[in-house]
Every structure is written in structure tokens, then in C-alpha cells.
């Protein structure tokens, strides 16, 4: 599905500047949608297997949400032309409606697969699609990288496939990466958005916006060069290693390709996927979007034929999962042994032991299959070769009432025998303006109560602005949202010992004049026990760069169970950048994971080989074992001989109450000294307090403050 949309600036244009007779007469005929139609490829086999290319729109029945829609258009496109249900032909735009094929390759790790995944790929790309396919070709290894640009030059693609799955390490893809890159944003000038680009050339060629424009011309060059740096832009700040790391790849993927139109496929080579119950949400936020942005996902395994290997670990841990559960439900007497404590959860971790039905689920929603349990997947491909030349696009008016983001399921019927009809299954109705600006359904409330600008306290939540550290560009903030479990609404999970939640948050930051410098987003949904439900809380980091100045930090969460919405604003005031030493913000630490695995060297909040977890709960409360922790980190100036010093002050009503020199143990490499300050609250009378932190290098010093109270 996808809504074909012009924006505001280009409606207007349209309105007021007719087109000259000439371009009237050369126009090439497409299927032509308003704002509130959509547009709905459809890909039809008989039950033999084989395409269906003499279909009419009587023989297909589309329901939107059960609602039986009258179709407003309805054509067959084929190879390089479209053809109606009267018959008639015509061609196809090479630039407006060409179709783009991503293979992207996961990191896989035994020669076999890498062959098989090498031979299949290469087979694929030796079909004939016609004119206007083009291929691009991409691994996702430790990042997301590009071997080849989107091209249709089958020997540079044949090349970049064998790189792909040549056993080559990271550091070799990256910088073959990095060179593409680095060209791609040289011939669009430094990488910005071609629309301008894509304008002046087709000026300079003497060709007009409604003409075709011919396989190869400079412009359509700038369109596909602009899509594959839209599609590398990945989120870096939510990238890891494992599924996070893949699912954001796959994101961006999707997301780069959201200006285009066209079918578009996502070719996915992989292993497979486990997803731990935290990444739910961000597997369901991948499909919605490739629905939304009309990408067609095609999952195929490398496995081979393994199938009953796959899953046999499944079917154990189900099976203990079972016999637990029985002895558990018939017991009179005796302990209860762990394996019966355990039982849901070892159903639910059976449930996603088969890492094939990820990459399944991914897909059969947006349109595609998977290819698999086969160590030859030539002939699987082959029918994916069909799906890119031949396909249907039909559209409608749903006559949707209400834009509020919510899902819309879609069903194509058929109405003839032997009919076998892929679809994607349905969209997020999405009002036009967040159509055209990729704004996520889930944003569309969040968006709604930040523009009305009234605080409320419907979900309480923490909120602020943690300076780190400054650097020539501007300084690095976290944007840290904190949610009290206790005020999301959970419902029961899969497992019977824990709950599920889920958040979406917003923050805007806005400088000084009122303008958004930064748009903040989250969907978080993940298990907790009811223990944690009564007592956690949720945190999420963002991390942006800015320049001195006043700003303000707008924030809203919403519970996705109840529906209700919290809001609320406060300051913030970056300073300019001094020489010298520098100091973080001091930040009241909730925990901290000694020893974390897998810990970002560029995290910020780390100490010592382990994780901090920060908090913007300022209260201490006494009792016993109780402790105020302040966390901060001193940047040093490498042009200082001497070693930073701090000291730190207590001050009560403008006095100073004491003064404590710190010893800071070495810079690390970057030149960070974290310092994880802890003292115990019951040697500090209760009231409110002020503690700075004040670093000292040479000549040069830093300070920074925070209120604290003990109760």
C-alpha cells in the first residue's frame, strides 16, 4: 500500500503555473490518486504457481477494514508498460516509476551458506525485469554498508554480490562502504537532499517535468543516488549488535526509500532472527512502516535444507515447557522445582526458538514470502523475478473519517477460481501532512498534545536535559525521558509471571525563537514482573548535538493500553565552549551493571567496565543502606600537561556547608574521566541542597550544579 501525496509548496504550483501545450501533449499517462486514495499492489498466480495476467477488476474483491471499496483504478503492469483493463498500453516513466530491488546480505558466518545465498543472487539478477529495475546491494555486518549503488549494470552487480558473501571482514566492507558513500555524496553535492539536484539537471538536459526521461540520463542518477543515501542514514543511537542492530538496518532501509514511488523490494539474506520480547515492538514498527512506504519484503533463509534441526531445540524446550506445566497443575505436596516456576516462560522462549518464523512473519505481512528449506533457491528467486516485471496496482477511496494513526486491515478476495492473490495486509491511516513528512502512526497523538501546548499529568513522567561533553560542532545532550511502570497500564503476556507494557514517547527541542532544532521519538513495549510494575522504571536515552544557545525540551508519553497522554516542558541552557577542562552535568544514578557485555565504547554512561543507569528523581529518602549518587565526567584538554583536579561543594541557602577534593583516576582513551560519586544518605541532615562539582586543569576550570533533597 501506499499514498501517493504532493506536498503543500508543490499543490500550490501546481495550481497556479499551467503546463505548457507541449508538455501536455507529451505527458505520460499514470495512474493518478488524491490525497485520500490508495494505491495497492497486487501480485496473482493460478493454483499452479504461474502468473495470472488476464485479470479484471470484477474478479477481485478489496475490503478495507471489512468495507468493500469500489475500485477507482485498476492496470497491469508488465517489463516497461502498464496495461488497462480495456487493453490499452502505456509506457512507463524510467524515472517516476521505476522499480528498486535491495539484496542485503546479513553477516553469515558458514561457507555454505555465503554460496548458497552468492548463487541464487547472482541467477536473480540474470533475468530480464525490463528497463527500469535496478539493484542495489548491501551488507549488514557491524553497520549498515553499500557494496553497489542501484544500478542494472549486471557485471558490477555480480561483483558487489560476490564481495557480499565472499567471507570478506568488516573492516574491508566498511571502507569499500565508506568509498561509495563518500562518491555518492560527491556527485550530489556533499550528500543533501536531489530534489534541487534532480531539477537543474533535468533543466540542463532542456527536459521538462512531465517528459520521460531516458534509462541512464543524468537525472534519474541523481534520484537513485539520493534514495541510497536516504536508505544508509541509519539510527546510529539505537544500533547494537544482534536483532537491534539488524531490525534499525532493515529500518533505514525501508525509510530511505519512503520519496519514491514504485514497487519496492527488500530482498533479505539472513539466518534468521530471534527476537527477545523487548524488540516486539520495533519488529511490528518495521513491518507497519514497509506497509506504509509500499516495500515488499522477500525473507530468504540460508540455512538449506535444516528445517528439522531448526526447530528441534523448539520442540524440546516446548516439551519440558508441557511436562512442567502438568506437574505443576497436579502436585499436592513437595517443592516446587524451577523447571515449574519457569514453564510459561519456557513456552514462550520455545515459541521464538525458530528463528525462520521472524523473517517469515516479515515477509507474508508486507507482501512477499519466504524462500527456504532448499539448498537450491534458483527457482524460488525465479518467482520473485516474476513478482518485480509483473504485478497489479489497483487503487480506492476508503473514505477514512478519521485520520488518528490507527491500522486498517486490508483483504483482497478473489472472485474467480484459481486464484492465489499476495497483498500486503493493511496500512495506518495517517493524515496527509504525516504522509508526506514520514511522520509514524504512533507519533501522530504525541505530535497532537505537544502542538496544543497544555502540561498534563494524565501519565506522570520525568523529563530533562543532561549536558555531556562539548566538542567544536556543539555539544552532546541526553534527552532523558523517565516513566514510573507503576503509571503504564499493563495487560497479561504470554508468560502467566509477567506483564506487558508499552510506552510511545516524543520530545521536541526547541530553541530559543520557538523553532524544533530536534524530534525525539520512541515506541517501547517490553515484560515486566509485577514487582518491577509496582516498584521500576522505564528510562530511554537520546543523544543530540547542539550549539550555544537557550533552548526548551517539550515531552509527552503516552500509555498504548489506556490511551492517556502526560506532558511537559522545561529549559535548558547550553554554553558556549571554553577552553580547557569541561564538565558533564551531574546526574543522580539510579543502578549500576558492573562488568556490562556488549557495552558501546561511546556511551557516556559507563563507569568503570559497567553500565549506569541514570535517573532525574532528585529525592534521596533516608533509611538504611540508603545513598546519594552522583554520576559525572570530566573532559580533559590533552594540551594541559597537568591532570584535571575536582572538588566538590555542598551549599544550604547560599552558604557553603563543605568542601571535598576528589581524586579522579586516568582519562581513557577519548579523554573521559567518569566519576561515580556515592555517599551515604544518613550522614546528611534532611533539606535541600546544592552540589557542585568544579574541575580544575592549569589554569582553566569547569563547574556544574544539581539540587538534590534528602527526606
Excluded: W
Amino acid at each position: 500500500m501506499r499514498h501517493r501525496v504532493l506536498s503543500s509548496a508543490l499543490l500550490v504550483a501546481a495550481a497556479l503555473v499551467p503546463l505548457p501545450a507541449s508538455a501536455q501533449q507529451t505527458a505520460v499517462p499514470t495512474v493518478k490518486t488524491t490525497v485520500d486514495e490508495v494505491l495497492l499492489d497486487l501480485v496473482v498466480r493460478d493454483k499452479k504457481g504461474k502468473p495470472v495476467t488476464d485479470l479484471k477488476p470484477e474478479n477481485i474483491i478489496v475490503l478495507d477494514n471489512g468495507a468493500k471499496q469500489t475500485l477507482t483504478s485498476f492496470r497491469l503492469v508488465s517489463g516497461s508498460e502498464a496495461v488497462t483493463s480495456s487493453g490499452a498500453k502505456t509506457a512507463l516513466d524510467p524515472l517516476r516509476q521505476i522499480r528498486l530491488v535491495t539484496l542485503a546480505f546479513d553477516a553469515m558466518t558458514e561457507a555454505d551458506q555465503r554460496k548458497l545465498a552468492r548463487t541464487a543472487a547472482i541467477d536473480l539478477i540474470k533475468g530480464d525485469q525490463g528497463t527500469n529495475v535496478f539493484y542495489a546491494v548491501v551488507v549488514i555486518n557491524t553497520q549498515l554498508m553499500v557494496l553497489q549503488q542501484f544500478t542494472n549494470d549486471k557485471t558490477a552487480l555480480t561483483k558487489a554480490i560476490e564481495h557480499a558473501t565472499g567471507g570478506l571482514g568488516g573492516p574491508g566492507l566498511s571502507s569499500e562502504s565508506a568509498a561509495i558513500l563518500a562518491e555518492l555524496k560527491r556527485n550530489l553535492g556533499g550528500g543533501q537532499n536531489s530534489a534541487d539536484q534532480e531539477g537543474n539537471l533535468r533543466a540542463s538536459a532542456g527536459q521538462t517535468a512531465s517528459q520521460p526521461v531516458n534509462n541512464g540520463t543524468d537525472a534519474l542518477q541523481a534520484k537513485l543516488a539520493s534514495v541510497m543515501l536516504d536508505m544508509l542514514r541509519m539510527d546510529t543511537a539505537v544500533a547494537s549488535q544482534g536483532a537491534r542492530l539488524t531490525l534499525s538496518a532493515l529500518r533505514a532501509l525501508v525509510d530511505g526509500q519512503r520519496t519514491i514511488p514504485g514497487r519496492k523490494s527488500v530482498l533479505y539474506f539472513t539466518q534468521g532472527m530471534y527476537l527477545t520480547p523487548e524488540l516486539d515492538v520495533l519488529f511490528r514498527n518495521l513491518m507497519s512502516t514497509a506497509n506504509r512506504v509500499n516495500v515488499t519484503f522477500y525473507s530468504v533463509d540460508t540455512h538449506g535444507v535444516t528445517t528439522a534441526s531448526q526447530n528441534s531445540e523448539a520442540r524440546s524446550q516446548l516439551n519440558s515447557a508441557t511436562r512442567a506445566s502438568g506437574t505443576a497443575m497436579t502436585q499436592t505436596s513437595g517443592a516446587v522445582t524451577r523447571d515449574q516456576v519457569m514453564a510459561s516462560d519456557n513456552a514462550e522462549v520455545a515459541g521464538r526458538a525458530n528463528v525462520q518464523e521472524s523473517i517469515r512473519d516479515l515477509a507474508e505481512s508486507t507482501g512477499g514470502f519466504l524462500i527456504g528449506d532448499s539448498n537450491d533457491l534458483r527457482g524460488p528467486l525465479r518467482h520473485v523475478n516474476e513478482e518485480i516485471s509483473s504485478y497489479y496496482e489497483v487503487s480506492f477511496t476508503p473514505a477514512i473519517q478519521s485520520y488518528d494513526g490507527s491500522f486498517r486491515k486490508l483483504a483482497v478476495n478473489p472472485n474467480r477460481k484459481d486464484l492465489v492473490i499476495h497483498a500486503r495486509n493493511g496500512y495506518f491511516a495517517l493524515p496527509p501532512e504525516a504522509r508526506v513528512s514520514g511522520i509514524q502512526p504512533f507519533e501522530v497523538p504525541l505530535l497532537k498534545v505537544l502542538s496544543d501546548g497544555k502540561n498534563s499529568e494524565d501519565v506522570k513522567f520525568r523529563a530533562g536535559a543532561i549536558l555531556l561533553q562539548p566538542r567544536a560542532v556543539g555539544t552532546s545532550v541526553a534527552v532523558l525521558v523517565e516513566v514510573p511502570l507503576h503509571e503504564l497500564q499493563p495487560k497479561a503476556g504470554p508468560s502467566k509471571v509477567a506483564l506487558d507494557v508499552h510506552c510511545s514517547l516524543a520530545a521536541l527541542v526547541k530553541d530559543a525563537g520557538g523553532e524544533v532544532v530536534q524530534k525525539l521519538t520512541r515506541d517501547r513495549g517490553f515484560q515486566v514482573t509485577p514487582e518491577q510494575l509496582k516498584l521500576g522504571n522505564f528510562v530511554d536515552k537520546m543523544t543530540v548535538t547542539l550549539p550555544p544557545g537557550k533552548y526548551s525540551l517539550e515531552s509527552a508519553v503516552m500509555d498504548r493500553e489506556s490511551g492517556k497522554i502526560g506532558m511537559q516542558r522545561s529549559e535548558f541552557t547550553v554554553p558556549a565552549q571554553a577552553p580547557g577542562v569541561a564538565i558533564s552535568s551531574l546526574t543522580a544514578m539510579r543502578s549500576y551493571t558492573p562488568n556490562a557485555k556488549g557495552l558501546d565504547p561511546n556511551d557516556p554512561f559507563q563507569f568503570q567496565g559497567g553500565s549506569v543507569t541514570p535517573t532525574m528523581d532528585l529525592t534521596v529518602k533516608k533509611g538504611p543502606n540508603a545513598v546519594l549518587r552522583l554520576f559525572f565526567t570530566v573532559y580533559q584538554d590533552g594540551a594541559i600537561p597537568s591532570a584535571p583536579a575536582v572538588e566538590i561543594e555542598f551549599v544550604q541557602a547560599g552558604k557553603v556547608l563543605t568542601k571535598v577534593p576528589m581524586q579522579l583516576p586516568a582519562a581513557d582513551a577519548q579523554g573521559r574521566i567518569p566519576y561515580l560519586m556515592t555517599i551515604p544518605a544518613e550522614s546528611i541532615p534532611s533539606g535541600s541542597y546544592e552540589v557542585r562539582a568544579t574541575a580544575r586543569q592549569g589554569t582553566t576550570s569547569a563547574s556544574a550544579g544539581t539540587m538534590i533533597v534528602i527526606d
